[in-house]
């Protein structure tokens, strides 16, 4: 493996942690989302770590969203109601806060943009019936 090889394979896995550190972050802290975390996680870790990329897709929660992003560029559902409603929550909390209305405004519309885009992926087919 050439050294430059190595290098690039170890800049992607410093990525893919740092994305899985944020996306985990985000679980716990309004404003800071999960899901392009572990998806940019998941997208670097499968150029640098065979192991961890595997380890990602074999995660009971995060290995569904991961593996429908990766087969067709979906969202379920519930992630998109969930993800809504935080950024809904995230600008409430910012209007509350923010010392210059224009501030939480400016952070609304890109929440708003990114909603609508969000909104618009398309839904994971529904699997097999349970049982």
Known sequence: MSPIHHARRWLWLLLAYLALGLGILGIFLPGL?????????AYAAARGSK????????????GPMIR??????AVSRRAKYWAIGMMAASSLIMFATAPRWWMAATGTGVMAV???????R???APG????
């Open 51 to 62: 192991r961890l990329h595997d380890r990602l897709l074999a995660h009971r929660t995060f």
């Open 33 to 41: 989302p999960t899901t392009p975390f572990i998806l940019v996680a």
């Open 128 to 131: 097999p019936p349970a049982g």
């Open 114 to 120: 990114v909603a609508v885009w969000l909104w618009l």
């Open 68 to 73: 429908d992003w990766q087969a067709t560029g």
């Open 122 to 124: 398309p839904e994971p």
